[in-house]
């Protein structure tokens, strides 16, 4: 069966009325921003009022689907959650896989938004008898795992619901709480957690099972038939011992390597995003003791024990998000006593390794579980423990301010401690709950020192002075702090310059020097990266997917096949720029200033390292930063200019 990939209709509820409401929007709104993060810029940005607490009746939660979720393409099962952030004061996202994508799809919308507060917890049920609020009182106080398989065994007969939850950390309004998905998966960042929490909405539970069309399902089939053998590739690769000698080898280079992203697709399938854990410390891509360390002080033999094959020879199984065919997720064994949990990531193996000198791999996945289960961001999370045993290790923190606990770095049992007090909102962990940013305007004054993030988000576990472009995007991203907008490497990986006119390709080899100069062919690719993110963003596609490169993933393809458009890769990049530059407007209209975003100097390397892989580095934010917003029509201030907003046809926002 044929027809349009999206279903022209959004369920719109507002829990302090009670009322569950579905609307049609027009083929315009999709025209203009396809569906998934586009139309949640749209409608957020009219819907939300300027100067909305982002904890209050006013701000708006939505679940978002993607244009190319259900249709025969691949990759396209993620989902996101958007909001105004109560952690950045900006346009908040979240991005997820699982199944919660195609499920809103199946129930019949591309997103679902919910406003206002309930006087009571409750959940959002939608299925054969349509949409609405339960009573959830007993799950309230439940962690999310628990949360989930009570709902699934009470909602479950015939087809299986999907579950999008918050755990004991958004209940409790942590500002780095998450929304988890397939008990203990994550839309971790934005602190969109704490506002599902504040409006006292314990889960959304979908079980539709109307079926997503698309213009032409048999050329997406074909499309997807040609780049799935790529996953079907070969690719021998070394044990994981040998994997810190790769680091080693790449930081000796005196020229970058263009990184392409079928070998990280392929050491994904292997180990999942844990592969490179050792190889990152030692090229100087994690960051080590909070931003201040380096491999000298992790070392390979300490970093031994995060090797990737420890963490896969505990895994029982492998698994996949909706239409992936690659599978880099992994179900574990916890404890050895039968207990099960998530593969930790990378981010999460690198907050609680590197960043604080653990290279305990039981405790990390103690840690991961305790997290999931609360619905804590780990990047966050780790960030805030690391700035807290920096402040304890200079003396600025002593046993009396942290419950007793020796904050020492490596003290893994302290580390352990301290997670539980966060997510119990307890002595010095109620702090830290609420991000470092918080934490430090307690505990240091007006000094920044050691709490490291940018607008207020704490950032990855990628270090910008490696790869400037994490500073530059985590910087200018209308969603400060956020890893997966943007980097050099990336923009290497995506292959845009292969399908996109006039933007810079980069040799196969290049000048390390030219990664950090404030450069208008820099600054193109930085746009041309912004571009392509959200539109795969609003086409529901897994970053992933996009590492293999535009020129063999085709994205550009399946949107028209899904659309029956047959608009060229450039006019697909412009709808991903006034996404972008929406984005950026709903900040301004919140009195957000750009310049504000700048990520932490530490982390930009002012001052440089004097040892290390980065020793030397300095990133040149602000320059970078100009260039970018001269490049994509921003003006000097960060403000798109009326010219911009014209060009993309924004100017019904503009006026508001
Ligand atoms: S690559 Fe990993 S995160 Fe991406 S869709 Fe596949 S399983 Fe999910």
Wanted: with cysteine.
């Amino acid at each position: 069966m044929t027809g349009k990939p999206y279903s022209g209709k959004i369920l719109w509820v507002d829990l302090g009325a009670g009322e569950c409401r579905e609307e049609a929007l027009p083929d315009s709104l999709y025209e203009q921003f396809l569906s998934g993060l586009g139309l949640a810029a749209a409608l957020l940005y009219r819907r939300i009022p300027a100067g909305a607490d982002p904890l209050g009746p006013d701000n708006v939660l939505g679940f978002i689907s993607g244009l190319l979720t259900g249709t025969p393409s691949l990759f396209t099962g993620r989902w996101m959650a958007v909001g105004k952030s109560p952690l950045t004061g900006t346009w908040g996202d979240a991005n997820c896989g699982g199944r919660l994508s195609p499920a809103i799809k199946q129930c019949g919308y591309d997103g679902i938004f919910v406003r206002g507060i309930s006087p009571r917890p409750v959940i959002l049920l939608v299925d054969a008898q349509g949409a609405r609020l339960v009573d959830a009182q007993d799950l309230w106080g439940q962690d999310a795992i628990e949360t989930e398989r009570t709902l699934r065994e009470r909602y479950g007969g015939g087809r299986q619901p999907a579950v999008a939850c918050i755990g004991p950390a958004g209940e409790r309004l942590s500002l780095i709480a998450g929304i988890c998905h397939d008990y203990g998966r994550m839309a971790a960042r934005s602190g969109l957690g704490a506002v599902m929490g504040a409006k006292r909405l314990k889960a959304v539970v979908l079980k539709g099972a109307r079926p997503v069309q698309s213009a032409d399902p048999e050329k997406m089939k074909a499309l997807s038939k040609r780049a799935r053998r790529f996953y079907k590739l070969n690719v021998p690769l070394p044990p994981g011992r040998f994997m810190p000698a790769l680091g080693v080898l790449l930081r000796s280079m005196p020229l970058i390597l263009r990184m392409d992203g079928l070998i990280t697709t392929k050491l994904y399938q292997k180990w999942g995003t844990s592969s490179l854990n050792q190889t990152s410390v030692e090229w100087g891509d994690s960051p080590v003791k909070n931003w201040q360390g380096s491999y000298l002080d992790y070392p390979a033999r300490v970093s031994a024990g995060i090797d990737p094959d420890k963490i896969r020879a505990r895994e029982l199984k492998k698994y996949r998000c909706y239409a992936c065919p690659l599978a880099c997720g992994g179900i574990c064994s916890l404890d050895g006593k039968g207990g099960e949990t998530h593969k930790p990531e990378y981010e999460t193996v690198m907050s609680f390794g590197g960043l604080l000198l653990n290279n305990d791999l039981e405790a990390i996945f103690a840690i991961n579980d305790r997290l999931n289960r609360a619905g804590m961001d780990s990047i966050s999370a780790g960030s805030a423990v690391a700035f807290a045993m920096e402040l304890y290790e200079k003396g600025r923190l002593t046993q009396a301010d942290t419950g007793g606990l020796e904050l020492r770095w490596g003290n893994v049992a302290a580390v352990q401690a301290l997670v539980e007090q966060m997510i119990a909102r307890e002595g010095l962990g109620n702090l830290l709950a609420d991000g470092v940013k918080r934490a430090a305007q307690r505990l240091n004054g007006s000094s920044p020192e050691g709490a490291v993030h940018a607008g207020g988000q704490e950032i990855s576990m990628h270090d910008p002075r490696l790869d400037p472009g994490y500073a530059l995007h985590a910087s200018v991203d209308p969603t400060p702090g956020r890893h997966t907008t943007g980097s050099q490497i990336y923009y290497d990986m995506y292959r845009l310059w292969t399908r996109v006119p006039g933007l810079p390709r980069p040799g196969l080899f290049y000048s390390r020097s030219s990664r950090y100069r404030a450069s208008a062919e820099n600054a193109a690719a930085a746009v041309a990266n912004s571009c392509y993110t959200q539109l795969f963003n609003a086409a529901g596609l897994c970053m992933f997917g996009a590492f293999l490169g535009a020129d063999r993933l085709p994205l550009f393809e399946w949107l028209n096949a899904a659309l029956g458009w047959h608009k060229s890769p450039a006019e697909y990049m412009q709808i991903g720029k006034r996404i972008q530059t929406l984005r950026q407007m709903f900040n301004l209209r919140e009195g957000i200033d750009p310049r504000a975003l700048k990520i932490h100097p530490r982390a930009a390397g002012q001052p440089p390292q004097s040892a290390g892989a980065n020793r030397g580095r300095s990133v040149p934010v602000e320059a970078m930063m100009q260039a970018y917003w001269q490049a994509i029509g921003w003006g000097d201030d960060g403000r798109p200019t009326p010219e911009t907003v014209r060009e993309l046809g924004l100017g019904e926002y503009s006026q508001r």
